[in-house]
């Protein structure tokens, strides 16, 4: 329809916006960046084409990258002063650029015009330390992963070189009973996404349950057609509700959004069968503990894995460090762990 609508109008701001929308909700970078260009080229005061230019830049590329356009973020919080999308965005920009103070000021202007928002709520709290340990909340995982569900495996094997799967896999292979591989697990699969994970490990199964919190990824993996039971919820109530059910547990780049994993390892300890395995990846931190990185993603410390494995008595069979990923062009560092109940 907005291409329709320039062929007879080749400068009409609303229909070069339109189609702008279009592209970037195709994840058409390039294509809805140049549309949005064109309406700043018929006027420099759009409000809503700065906004729509920014969003792409975030969408796009990595935040240390976006900065380098932090005029096109100024832009779009000064045209846009009654928008949180706008001064979210520029204070994630002024933040990689250190300007924290200032950052922190957009933000909490941005909940203030938009309090429902509560993943900017929650990254304000983090950045102010009063925010929950627990993970991220699960409205913002659910919106990003329904958002991209459709192009998720292109976009992970392709753009970022994904391989956790794969490798978390070939771990496992090596440090499990062949006796009890051969005879059939009962799997379930935390977080299963599209299946990217339990395409390797169906060959295994007895049974394959898969629970995620996004609709949209769920019905990706049902296409896939190797679980036997898909669910829509929470991890930890799944586990909870199904004790001494399974063979294996499974979890690839999950806990990336759980801060605090105590929970996860008690339910999951409580989930699994007498020496049932419990098999996961996550981010690397170098100190104590977990941190929120700014790529809003939890990095967890090998140590603090370690304590988790004494306190819910698991044994290790074996922890490797793995790059899991690109982000921004850089390898991201994490663990591929293979744990068993004791």
């Not at 009063?130 to 995982?141: K, R």
């Not at 909870?240 to 105590?262: A, C, E, H, T």
């Not at 894995?305 to 921004?328: A, N, V």
Request: hydrophobic share 40%.
């Amino acid at each position: 329809m907005p291409k329709k609508a320039l062929k007879l109008k080749p400068d009409w701001e609303d229909a070069w916006n339109n189609l702008g929308k279009v592209y970037l909700d195709q994840r058409e970078l390039e294509q809805a960046i140049a549309c949005f260009e064109k309406v700043i080229e018929l006027n420099e005061l759009n409000p809503v084409a700065w906004l729509n230019y920014g969003n792409c830049l975030l969408k796009g590329v990595p935040l240390n990258v976006a900065s380098e356009s932090l005029e096109i973020f100024q832009k779009a919080s000064e045209l846009n002063p009654d928008s949180g999308q706008a001064q979210q965005n520029l204070g994630l920009i002024l933040e990689t650029l250190d300007r924290k103070d200032e950052a922190i000021k957009l933000f909490q202007r941005a909940v203030e015009l938009e309090p429902d928002k509560k993943m900017w709520r929650y990254f304000l709290d983090v950045r102010l330390g009063t925010a929950s340990a627990d993970g991220l909340p699960p409205e913002y995982v659910t919106g990003l992963f329904d958002s991209y569900a459709d192009d998720f495996d292109d976009h992970l094997v392709k753009n970022l070189e994904y391989n956790t799967p794969a490798k978390l896999y070939d771990v496992f292979i090596k440090k499990v009973d062949p006796e009890r591989i051969d005879a059939g697990l009962h799997i379930l699969d935390l977080g299963c996404g599209t299946g990217l994970s339990g395409v390797l490990f169906e060959k295994h199964k007895q049974s394959m349950v898969g629970i995620d919190l996004s609709k949209k990824m769920i019905e990706v993996a049902r296409e896939k057609e190797i679980y036997d039971e898909l669910i829509i919820g929470d991890m930890h109530q799944v586990m909870d509700d199904r004790p001494s059910s399974f063979d294996l547990i499974l979890s690839v780049d999950v806990f990336v959004y759980v801060g605090d994993l105590n929970r996860t390892f008690e339910v999951a300890a409580s989930s699994l069968k007498p020496n049932g395995y419990f098999v996961f990846s996550v981010e690397k931190h170098d100190g104590e503990g977990f941190q929120l990185a700014k790529t809003n993603r939890f990095q967890h410390a090998q140590s603090y894995l370690q304590e988790l494995i004494e306190k819910y008595k698991f044994q290790s069979l074996q922890i490797e460090e793995h790059t899991l990923r690109k982000e921004g062009g850089l390898d991201m560092t994490g663990y591929v762990v293979v744990l068993q109940k004791l």
